[in-house]
């Protein structure tokens, strides 16, 4: 899985295709009256906004790192999600650079948090005045454990990220 996640990194366009054939059956699965090339033009949309924003993270986070080669990033991006110090200098120093560049990033992720659960909570309620017990049910189960999801990812990778600039010596923010 781990040569497949650092394939998909270096390869954007395999990404790409991956989101628009997902984003496709996931449209054709919830509206099976639509044209399939209308579905495909609709997740190629989401796609491509999905794209340009991952293109501006890679871009700022290459920027902080001292403009290292794509290849190089993803190398680095993936040693830091297993938690694998570099041994050379030069590596450390390029870590330490995205570390503190992410640790920024992430710096108002609680109240990121506390907004996605009160926007999920008002769509809740919204879908409990205009849809029926069924309907408000399964949406409400569907928030929560996206929601848990998504606060245990944040508390996972802020660990290794504080873990990691810790073990470099680098200035957590």
């Given at each position: 899985m781990r040569a497949l996640n650092k394939w998909l990194a270096t390869h954007l366009w395999a990404q790409a295709?991956?989101?628009v054939a997902v984003g496709a059956g996931v449209i054709l699965l919830l509206?099976?009256?639509e044209s399939p090339l209308e579905a495909v033009v609709r997740a190629a949309v989401g796609a491509v906004g999905a794209l340009g924003v991952l293109f501006l993270a890679r871009?700022?986070?290459?920027r902080a790192t001292g403009g290292v080669s794509s290849e190089e990033y993803v190398s680095l991006d993936d040693r830091?999600?297993?938690?694998?110090?570099?041994e050379s200098a030069d590596e450390r120093a390029t870590m330490g650079r995205l570390v503190q560049e992410r640790l920024r990033a992430t710096r108002h992720r609680r109240v990121a948090l506390i907004f996605l659960t009160l926007m999920f909570t008002s769509i809740v309620v919204l879908?409990?005045?205009t849809a029926g017990g069924l309907q408000t049910v399964v949406f409400a189960v569907f928030a929560a454990g996206f929601l848990?999801?998504?606060t245990w990812?944040?508390?996972r990778q802020h660990r290794v990220l504080r873990e990691m600039a810790s073990t470099l010596d680098v200035p957590a923010r």
């Open positions: 295709l991956l989101v509206n099976p009256g871009r700022r986070e290459r830091l999600r297993h938690g694998e110090v570099p879908v409990g005045f848990g999801w998504m990812t944040s508390v």
